[in-house]
C-alpha cells in the first residue's frame, strides 16, 4: 500500500533533535512523524499516510477504551557502523501482529502495509538515530478499534498508527545483571487466554506485581504457570534463556511456547543463531525447582532474559517465598556475552547477516538547511 506522505513544514534542526534526546530513557524522546492508517468494513484499509507526530482527538465511546481491542508491536531500526540503518526482522513483527489482531477479532493488517509503514517513517526521522551504538530507534506500531459505539462486540472501524522513539536499552545503557523475584500470588496470562497475543491488557495486569517487585529492590518479575504455580514462563515482559555448562559444553534451554508466552521474535532468532555459535538450544519446560538446583549444584551457569526492548539482558539474582539465590557468581556470563555480541554485531552490520534479518532503508529526502 503507498503511503501518502506530508512531513512537517519545518523540521527540528540538529541541535534542537540533540535538545530533544538529551534524555534517552525507554519510550520518552519521540520523533517528528508518525503513520497513520484507517480502516472499516465499507473501504478496508484506507488514508494512510505519514503525518506530523500529535496527540488524537478520541470520542469517549472509543471502543478500542472500554474494551481493550488494543493490540501492539515493537521492533528496532539500527545505524550500521557504515553509517546505513536497518530495521530488525520487520516482517516477523508484521506475522506477530496479525496473529495479534486474529485472537482479538480485529482485522489484520497485510503485511505489505505494515511493511511500507515502517519503511516510510524510518526513512523519514532516522536522522534522528545517532552514530552511539548503544543508541536505536523503537517503533510502536498499534492498532486499536476506533469506533464510536458502546456495544459489545468486535468494533468495524480501526485505526493502525505507527510512532518511533529514540532509546537507550530498557535498563539503561549498561547491560548489568538484573535482579529478578519469582511471584506465585500473580498470573500473567493462562492458556487460552490472550497471553498468546501482544495486546495492552496482558500487561495492563502486570503493573501492580512488577510495582510489588521492585518495592522489595527488584528489577522484574518472574511469571509461574497459572495451574500448577511450578513451570518458569517469563520475565517481566521478555522470554527467559538458561544455560547448563560452560565453554564446549555449554547448551541452551527456553522454556516452550505454551499458548500463554509471547513469541518473542528475539527468542526466535536466539534460537537460530545460538545453534550457529556451537551452543546447542532447546525449547523444554523448566521448573522453578530445578533452576534452584541447577543453580545450587553448579550444573545451570547463566540465564538471561531477551527481547526487543532490553536486547540481552543477564540475570544474577532470583527472589522467591523460600529465599534468595545467585546465578553463577553474579556476573554476566560468557555464553550470555557472546550471543548478545553476536546479535548486536548483526543488527550493527558488523557481523554477516546470514538469515536476511536486516531490512534497510535509505533516507527519505531532507528539505535543505535541516
Request: hydrophobic share 40%.
Amino acid at each position: 500500500m503507498h503511503i501518502v506522505s506530508k512531513p512537517v513544514a519545518r523540521p527540528l534542526t540538529p541541535s534542537q533533535r540533540a535538545e530533544r534526546t538529551t534524555s534517552t530513557a525507554f519510550g520518552s524522546a519521540f520523533t517528528e512523524h508518525l503513520v497513520s492508517v484507517r480502516w472499516s468494513e465499507e473501504r478496508g484499509w484506507h488514508e494512510a499516510e505519514l503525518r506530523p507526530y500529535e496527540p488524537l482527538v478520541l470520542d469517549p465511546a472509543t471502543v478500542g477504551l472500554h474494551y481493550g481491542q488494543a493490540v501492539f508491536e515493537g521492533l528496532k531500526a539500527f545505524r550500521s557502523h557504515t553509517g546505513s540503518v536497518g530495521v530488525f526482522r520487520p516482517d516477523a513483527h508484521a506475522r506477530r501482529m496479525r496473529a495479534s489482531a486474529r485472537r482479538l477479532m480485529m482485522p489484520e493488517p497485510p503485511e505489505e502495509l505494515f511493511l511500507a509503514a515502517v519503511d516510510a517513517l524510518v526513512a523519514q526521522d532516522q536522522q534522528w538515530i545517532p552514530d552511539d551504538p548503544a543508541i536505536s530507534l523503537y517503533l510502536r506500531p498499534l492498532l486499536f478499534a476506533s469506533e464510536r459505539t458502546l456495544a459489545l462486540r468486535p468494533a468495524r472501524e480501526y485505526r493502525f498508527l505507527l510512532m518511533a522513539f529514540v532509546t537507550e536499552g530498557y535498563f539503561g545503557p549498561a547491560q548489568r545483571p538484573v535482579r529478578v523475584q519469582v511471584t506465585e500470588t500473580y498470573s500473567r496470562a493462562a492458556a487460552g487466554g490472550t497471553g498468546g497475543a501482544k495486546c495492552a491488557g496482558n500487561y495492563a495486569g502486570s503493573l501492580l506485581p512488577q510495582a510489588e517487585a521492585q518495592e522489595q529492590g527488584f528489577d522484574q518479575v518472574v511469571w509461574l504457570d497459572p495451574v500448577e504455580r511450578r513451570w518458569v514462563e517469563e520475565l517481566g515482559g521478555m522470554n527467559l534463556f538458561f544455560v547448563y555448562g560452560s565453554g564446549r559444553d555449554a547448551r541452551l534451554v527456553t522454556p516452550p511456547l505454551s499458548g500463554s508466552l509471547l513469541a518473542g521474535v528475539t527468542r526466535d532468532a536466539l534460537l537460530r543463531l545460538a545453534p550457529a555459535l556451537g551452543v546447542p538450544a532447546a525449547e523444554e519446560p523448566m521448573s522453578l525447582e530445578e533452576w534452584r538446583r541447577g543453580c545450587a549444584g553448579g550444573e545451570l551457569t547463566e540465564v538471561f532474559a531477551c527481547g526487543t526492548a532490553a536486547r540481552i539482558t543477564p540475570v544474577g539474582e532470583v527472589g522467591s517465598a523460600d529465599g534468595t539465590w545467585t546465578i553463577g557468581d553474579g556476573t554476566t556470563g560468557e555464553v550470555t556475552t557472546r550471543l548478545s555480541d553476536a546479535l548486536f554485531g548483526i543488527q550493527r552490520g558488523e557481523l554477516p547477516d546470514r538469515w536476511s534479518w536486516m531490512r534497510p532503508v535509505a533516507p527519505a529526502p531532507q528539505p535543505a538547511g535541516t
